[in-house]
């Protein structure tokens, strides 16, 4: 009878141990969510939902665009996969900015609520076009002082006509 009581016991003990087991590697086995991350671009996919998340004020708020293609932009750059627990993966994004070498972007301002152009924009050149010269509306240059002095003596002379 001993040996039968023993025996449930440790068989009790068994089960409670593998139980407490279970649960502990489920709450380890979080569903972690994959996320593609542009480093160069500081933007973020969503796999599952196929939709980018960016944020245009450094990071402060963040704001998400469906993608209407399957195919990848070639204008983000390289591709980073990282997991998160949440669908939130940008709380994380200050760590993967500085893991991956990712640029923060500030285009508006928060308080003005302008566009800000950083030095990642670059800047539209506009090219001048030089206004055509008529020969007519050329100006004859004034020349004086010492300059006129040796045009009178060296330089080219009209001749005059002498009337006969």
């Known amino acids: 009878m001993k040996r039968v009581v023993g025996f449930i016991i440790i068989v009790v003990s068994l ?16 569903e972690n969510f994959e996320f593609y991350y ?4 500081n933007v973020y996919y969503n796999i599952e939902k196929k939709n980018f998340l960016y944020s245009l004020d450094g990071g402060k708020t963040w704001d998400s665009v469906v993608s209407i293609s399957d195919k990848e932009p070639a204008t983000l750059g390289e591709k980073i996969i990282v997991y998160s627990d949440d669908y939130n993966v940008y709380k ?7 893991l991956y070498i990712g640029r923060l972007y500030n285009i508006i301002s928060a308080d003005t609520a302008l566009a800000i152009a950083g030095p990642e924009v ?29 045009n009178k003596i060296f330089g080219k002379h009209k001749k005059k006509k002498e009337d006969e």
């Not at 506009?126 to 509306?137: F, N, S």
């Open 15 to 30: 089960q409670l141990f593998l139980v407490s087991c279970q649960s502990k590697n489920n709450q380890e086995e979080k």
């Open 38 to 41: 542009f480093p160069k671009k």
């Open 92 to 98: 994380d994004n200050p760590a993967h900015r500085k």
């Open 122 to 150: 670059t800047e539209r050149k506009v090219q001048k076009r030089a206004a055509a010269v008529k020969p007519e509306q050329e100006e004859e240059k004034v020349v004086k002082g010492l300059k006129k002095f040796l």
